[in-house]
């Protein structure tokens, strides 16, 4: 799970600063990068919160 969160924080610094360099600067390219960003976390997040509910239904954390 700890290597499934640090994508996650990876990946979300990816999108935040292409986001907001879009946002700011109107850099295009940038906002293709970020939409390309969100597509990657989509499932990252759906397995994070399987992970997630499975680690409470056990009453454990899990480590992948």
Do not use: H, W
Request: proline content about 2%; hydrophobic content about 40%.
């Amino acid at each position: 799970m700890k290597n499934l969160l640090n994508q996650i924080e990876t990946l979300t610094t990816v999108f935040l600063k292409d986001a907001s360099s879009q946002l700011d600067k109107g850099n295009k390219a940038a906002g293709l990068r970020a939409r390309r960003a969100s597509l990657e976390l989509e499932p990252l997040l759906k397995r994070f919160r399987k992970l997630s509910l499975e680690a409470a239904a056990s009453g454990k954390g899990q480590d992948n």
